[in-house]
């Protein structure tokens, strides 16, 4: 894919704002792109958040649901949802941690194990097709680039 000159170059050379420059603007166009693929893949099976936050539970175990949130980069109601609509669909329980009853506590069922087992590598292949476009080495500096933004 031939690389258009440096479009940052060019916007902060001349004052001008240049939308397709703009950092904002990429990620959200490679966020919807990847987005596109990950509903592709998945189809009705999961959103991509219930995939975060199920994934963040088989990679930590059972949690609190805030700290599920701040783990998966969901606020309060946002991942409130994604956990009842787990819970509904048998991939995840809750119950109040016996020693701060405000507290819920999420863990997976043995269902959600297994919906993780099988769809690891269906998720695998989402992250290779939206990185397909670079080398190894760009992928690399790019995760790490993205890091670095955190």
């Given amino acids: 894919m031939p690389i258009e000159p440096c479009l940052a170059e060019i916007s902060l050379a001349n004052d001008d704002y240049v939308l397709d420059a703009q950092v904002g603007f990429l990620l959200r166009q490679v966020y ?3 987005a596109a693929i990950f509903a ?3 189809g009705d099976e999961l959103t991509s958040m219930q995939w975060a936050a199920l994934a963040k539970l088989a990679e930590i175990g059972a949690c609190s649901q805030n700290q599920l949130g701040r783990l998966t980069a969901m ?3 946002t991942i409130k949802g994604v956990v009842d609509r787990l819970v509904r669909d ?3 329980e809750t119950q109040r941690d016996p020693e701060d009853a405000r507290r819920i506590q999420v863990a997976l069922t043995p269902h ?10 269906m998720a695998h ?16 500096i790019f995760l790490r680039m993205l890091h670095k933004l955190l």
Avoid: C
């Fill in 125 to 140: 292949r989402i992250s290779a097709k939206t990185l397909a476009p670079l080398l190894p080495r760009e992928r690399e």
């Fill in 40 to 42: 592709g893949a998945m």
């Fill in 112 to 121: 959600g194990r297994a919906t993780y087992r099988r769809l690891q590598v």
């Fill in 75 to 77: 606020d309060a109601a």
């Fill in 90 to 92: 048998g991939h995840a």
């Fill in 32 to 34: 919807q792109r990847h």
